[in-house]
């Protein structure tokens, strides 16, 4: 008979084998937080991969913050990003009137990208960081409360 001790050990290591593996299969979308949100809403790696069809992933983030209108942060594929005001399930067209981020595509120089936007009361910053892999490219992004109230382009 196995102790209940070992049970919850066996249980633990089952979840974190379990964890592990999913974030393996997950790896192409995975954005790693930074911060404990005292300086920055949302502050991290983001990682954009090639998969099977030759398309590179994307990672939508629901904004919903005390004192900010609730909003969608696109994150990917590639180059791209893009901000819409409310949330909502159907996917956007980055090139859309509604995104609130000019020019969403951003442009990489040299294997060096950086841009930021002062938007809808939002600072966004994201910086190329390199990739793990051949095959993607790694952002470093800080999403912060504009320093003052800013106009939408």
Known sequence: ??????????AVA???AGCLGIASIAQAQLFRPFTDRKTALLEG???SCREDDGTYAERVY?????G????????GPYHEFALYRGIQ?????????ENLLKPYVVEVRANAARQSWDVDGLHLEVSLSGGSREDCESWYLTLKRADSLSISH
């Not at 209940?4 to 050990?9: G, N, T």
């Open 1 to 10: 008979m196995v102790s209940s001790r070992a049970a919850r050990q066996l």
């Open 14 to 16: 089952m979840a974190v």
């Open 45 to 47: 790696n983001w990682q």
């Open 62 to 66: 629901d904004g919903r913050w005390v």
């Open 68 to 75: 900010l209108a609730p909003f969608e942060l696109h994150m």
């Open 89 to 97: 399930d159907e996917h956007r067209e980055h090139k859309s009137a």
